[in-house]
C-alpha cells in the first residue's frame, strides 16, 4: 500500500486521474494478454459467455465509478463508513449466497470468521458519528452488494460444466476482465481525461508497468484462483488484510500513532481471517474401517489405469439397454495423503449411491503415476446427476475432496459399446 501511496504521488505529476486509470489497465491488459499467448488457454467464444463476463466488470468496476458520479456526496461521506462498507463485502457474499438459497456454500466456521472480522473492522473505524441514512452511505452498499455479486458470477463461470459453469481458468478470467476494463476506462476517459496532455517519465511508465501488470493482472488472477479453489465466501475473507495494511502502511509512511483501539481492532480483524481460513475438518480425518483385504491382481502393462479400493456404494442398479447413460468422467490429483483421499471418496461414492439414477461407478488409480486417479460414473439422465449435485449433502464431500485433491470434471454420452 505505501508503494501504491508513492506511485500516485508520481502519477499527478504527469497524469491526472482518467488517464492513469487507462493507461493501467491498459498494460495490465497487454501483459494478460502476454501471457495468456504462451499458456494453453484462450480467450472465450459466444455471446452469452461476453455477457457474463462484462456483467462481471460492470459489477465490480464501472458501477461504482457511475454511482460516485451521479451522487454528489459519495466521495465526500465519512472515510470510516467508507472502509466500513468496504469490509462488508464478504458478509454481502454470504447474504447473496442465502438469498439464492445455497447455504451450502457458507460453512459455519466461515461465516463465524466474518462476522468476527467485520467486527474487528468496526473497532478499528469506530464510525458511530457517521451520516448512515445519507445518500453517500446508500451508494457505498451498493457497490459493496455489486462487488459481492461479481464474485458469485466469478465462482459459477469457472465452476464445472456439470455445476452450470464454463470452467474457465482464473487466467482467462482475468485477462478478459483487463480486456473489458480497458473499455470501461475508454468510455471515461472524456470525463477529464482530455482536460490536460499526459506525460510520461520513467518514474509513471515504471508505476504504470507495477501497478498495471501486478494489480490489475496476476494478483487479480490469483484472487479469481482463491475463488475458483475455496468459493467467493471462503475467498473473500482476504478482503479483510486490506484496512490492516492500511493502517499499517500509515504507521510506517506517515508516522501514524497507533492507539490501543486500533490495535484491538486489527486483532479482531487477524482473528477473524484466520477463522474463515482455517482448514474445514472433513470426515477424512475421522476414523474409518478399513477395507476388507483382496488379492493382489497382476501387474498391468506400463500406463494402465486400476480400479482403487473404493468400493461401490451399493450393488448397481438394473438399467435398461439402450437407455440415454450420462457418463461422468472426473480425473483426479492428489495432492494430500492418498489414503484420505480414498476413504473420503468411499463417503462420496456412498453419498451418490443412495440418490435416484445413480448406476454405478469406478474409481481407477494409475498403475505408475502415484497420485492419479479417475472416476467414471454412470448416471440413468443427465437430469438425476446433476439433481444429486443440488442436494444440501453434497456440498460436505466436495469440500472434503477439494481439500486433498485437484479434478477435471467432464460428462459423456456413449457414443459406441460392446460387451464380451
Request: hydrophobic share 50%; proline share 6%; with cysteine.
Amino acid at each position: 500500500m505505501g508503494l501504491q501511496l508513492l506511485l500516485d504521488q508520481d502519477r499527478l505529476r504527469g497524469l491526472n486521474s482518467a488517464q492513469f486509470s487507462f493507461f493501467r489497465i491498459l498494460v495490465g491488459a497487454v501483459a494478460m494478454l502476454g501471457i495468456l499467448a504462451f499458456s494453453r488457454d484462450r480467450l472465450p467464444r459466444g455471446a452469452g459467455v461476453w455477457a457474463q463476463l462484462v456483467l462481471i466488470a460492470f459489477l465490480a468496476n464501472a458501477l461504482p465509478v457511475l454511482l460516485v458520479e451521479l451522487v454528489d456526496d459519495a466521495v465526500g461521506a465519512d472515510a470510516g463508513m467508507v472502509s466500513v462498507f468496504n469490509a462488508s463485502v464478504p458478509l454481502c457474499v454470504v447474504l447473496l449466497y442465502l438469498a439464492a438459497r445455497r447455504a451450502d456454500r457458507v460453512p459455519a466456521r466461515v461465516t463465524a470468521g466474518l462476522v468476527v472480522g467485520f467486527a474487528g473492522v468496526l473497532v478499528l473505524y469506530a464510525p458511530w458519528g457517521a451520516e448512515w441514512l445519507s445518500a453517500g452511505a446508500a451508494v457505498n452498499a451498493v457497490a459493496a452488494l455489486a462487488y459481492g455479486w461479481s464474485m458469485l458470477l466469478m465462482e459459477k463461470l469457472m465452476g464445472p460444466a456439470e455445476e452450470g459453469g464454463r470452467s474457465m481458468t482464473p487466467l482467462v478470467l482475468a485477462t478478459t476482465q483487463a480486456v473489458i476494463g480497458v473499455g470501461w476506462a475508454g468510455i471515461n476517459l472524456p470525463n477529464g481525461g482530455f482536460d490536460s496532455t499526459p506525460h510520461f517519465s520513467a518514474s509513471i511508465i515504471g508505476a504504470l508497468l507495477v501497478l498495471g501488470v501486478l494489480n490489475t493482472g496476476l494478483i487479480y488472477m490469483c484472487f479469481a484462483w482463491l475463488i475458483r479453489e475455496e468459493g467467493a465466501a471462503k475467498a473473500s475473507s482476504v478482503l479483510y488484510a486490506v484496512p490492516v495494511v492500511l493502517t499499517l502502511g500509515m504507521v510506517l509512511l506517515e508516522d501514524y500513532a497507533l492507539g490501543t483501539r486500533e490495535i484491538l481492532g486489527m486483532a479482531v480483524i487477524v482473528a477473524g481471517l484466520v477463522l474463515a481460513r482455517l482448514p474445514q475438518r472433513s470426515a477424512t480425518t475421522g476414523r474409518t474401517r478399513p477395507a476388507p483385504r483382496r488379492p493382489r491382481p497382476p501387474r498391468p502393462r506400463r500406463g494402465a489405469l486400476t480400479a482403487a479400493r473404493a468400493p461401490l456404494a451399493r450393488p448397481p442398479r438394473t438399467h435398461r439397454r439402450g437407455a440415454a447413460v450420462i457418463v461422468f468422467v472426473n480425473r483426479f490429483t492428489v495432492t494430500g495423503p492418498p489414503a484420505e483421499f480414498e476413504a473420503a471418496f468411499a463417503r462420496t461414492s456412498e453419498f451418490f449411491g443412495a440418490q435416484p439414477g445413480f448406476i454405478r461407478h469406478r474409481l481407477l488409480k494409475h498403475a505408475d503415476e502415484p497420485g492419479a486417479y479417475v472416476n467414471v460414473a454412470e448416471w440413468e439422465d443427465r437430469a438425476s446427476f446433476e439433481q444429486a449435485l443440488k442436494q444440501p449433502g453434497f456440498a460436505e464431500h466436495r469440500t472434503a475432496l477439494r481439500a486433498l485433491s485437484t479434478g477435471e470434471p467432464n460428462l459423456y454420452t456413449v457414443s459406441q459399446e460392446r460387451a464380451a
